[in-house]
């Protein structure tokens, strides 16, 4: 299967109900895509200008600064300490990558990937891309012979579930056996909100608590997409296993796959900074304590969403029927059918909206 191959873009299928909801008299409330509003942090665009002197070509293992902060990071923000520079690699953006790795690890007809059964669809493109079976499949349990590669997502897109301690542990075991690569993508991480995570810090794959001191065949994927609104500047990146980063660099540089410099020198600050994430998680925690009841006074269940940029709702029926009624409010959401077969009840209905969209979003489902 080549890129010709792939299905159309999904999100195409939506357009409708954007334009009946463009039609609300308030306007329409974009609930939609999880692209961040907010502005990106004054210290983080700083740092971007003071770096447009790029002349020359950046480099794909990133600089020294880069690496070094993206080590210091896991072990300041993921608990994960003892990471060398060669275990860490950014990427241009987090898409590229789920999209690519499949490709990377030279995978292809007869080789299966697993995916969340709730999932982001890019995992089952990059299993197609290169002609791989891609299974849904949450419990470990499940994960056939034949898997050669395992995406785990905690927090959980679409559905904002947290994968705990001993669930992750249950995911390398089983990835040790069938002698799979799991890649956990963890970009939703600093989100954490209900039970034992609004206090506690979302566990990364490469916890100790998790593998020990052993990376082998597992990779974290993070993204700064969402805590520090760089969606634009494209700013990801991966750490893991040593042998598999190795290899994905080699073929990164095949490819061509080289962050821009400045974007480079705006992670550094990034990833340095803890303040501006505290003040973005404490943005989305507001406009959440606001939609969440409103959407459940207008009938809807709100399902795991314990962390991450988004409530998993479904009323109990289809949810092209609830996108409709919700289009007719002016609000537009993302359908469970885009996450895979297995909840197609639910809906998506993202926090990434400015604080009076929110409110009037929260204002209209009170009276439906």
Known sequence: MGVADLADYPWDAVAPYAETARRHPGGIVDLSIGSPVDPTPDVIADALKAATDAHAYPQTAGTPLLREAI????????????L??????????SKELVALLPLLLGLGAGDTVVHPRAAYPTYEVGARLVGATPVAADDPADWPTGTKLVWINSPGNPDGRVLGVDDLRRAVARAHELGAVLASDECYAELGWEGEWADSAVPSILDPRVVGDDLAGVISVYSLSKQSNLAGYRAAFLAGDPTIVSRLLTGRKHLGLMPPAPVQAAMVTALGDDEHVRAQKARYAERRAVLKPAVEAAGFRVDRSEAGLYLWATEGRDAWESLSRLADLGILAGPGHFYGSHFPQHVRLSLTATDERIRAAAERLRSA
């Not at 080590?71 to 003892?82: E, H, I, L, P, T």
């Not at 060398?84 to 953006?93: D, N, Q, R």
Request: glycine share 14%.
């Open 84 to 93: 060398t520079p060669e275990h860490v690699l950014p990427t241009v953006g």
């Open 71 to 82: 080590v210091q990071w896991y072990a300041r923000r993921r608990g994960v300490a003892g």
